[in-house]
């Protein structure tokens, strides 16, 4: 299968790639938990996000295929030179669903690590473009391209089994799955940094 072409975000693509996400988040279970009314979910995740993708573009990497049907965000840890985004920006588009989803931030900060990774944000593909690569091939760029040359691990957490068992074949490892109070199960994954080659000079 050839590799679509990829290129990453600009600015000027934050709220197409809103847009997108937001539609995405319309079924997805732990989405639903925190902003159970289906307006006020597309309201708060539009703001959300738009925030969340404009500070990765700057910040981190988005990748996207040619024709925006899918999209990857990736966030840097730590972000050299960028302070990341805080519960004033989180309340911010929230409104009365904050308390939720400050519960899900403390169930994963013991999951996030305090060492240098990238963290696989958001992996979406249009519905009606699936199962033709884009999701592996978004992923396999950013791999060998960005974090296999710094050695870096990969942590994520995914919302759906399905989303799981995808990722575990694309050397994702699953660890213990987390259950939000009251709320759906949550799958924490990390994939293991590779080891920078050592070079060396003849001379």
Not at 84 to 95: C, E, K, M, N
Request: a positive charge; zero cysteines.
């Amino acid at each position: 299968m050839i590799a679509p072409p990829i290129r990453p975000a600009q600015a000027g693509d934050v709220a197409t790639i809103a847009a997108l996400l937001t539609d995405a988040v319309a079924t997805d279970p732990v989405a639903q938990w925190l902003v159970p009314d289906p307006v006020e979910r597309q309201h708060v995740y539009h703001g959300l996000l738009a925030m969340e993708i404009d500070h990765a573009v700057e910040w981190g990497h988005v990748d996207v295929t040619l024709d925006m049907t899918a999209v990857a965000v990736w966030q840097h840890h730590p972000p050299a030179g960028a302070a990341p985004l805080s519960d004033y920006h989180l309340s911010t588009f929230t409104g009365r669903a904050l308390p939720r989803f400050q519960q899900l931030h403390t169930l994963l900060r013991p999951y996030r690590s305090g060492a240098p990774h990238h963290w696989l944000a958001w992996l979406h593909v249009r519905p009606q473009a699936r199962r033709k690569g884009l999701g592996r091939a978004l992923l396999a760029h950013h791999h060998h391209q960005r974090a296999d040359q710094l050695g870096y691990p990969i942590d994520t957490v995914t919302t759906t089994g399905m989303v799981r068992d995808f990722l575990t074949g694309q050397s994702y490892h699953a660890g213990t799955p987390l259950r939000l109070n009251g709320g759906p199960q949550l799958w924490p994954l990390r994939r293991a940094g590779r080891p920078v080659p050592l070079t060396t000079m003849a001379g």
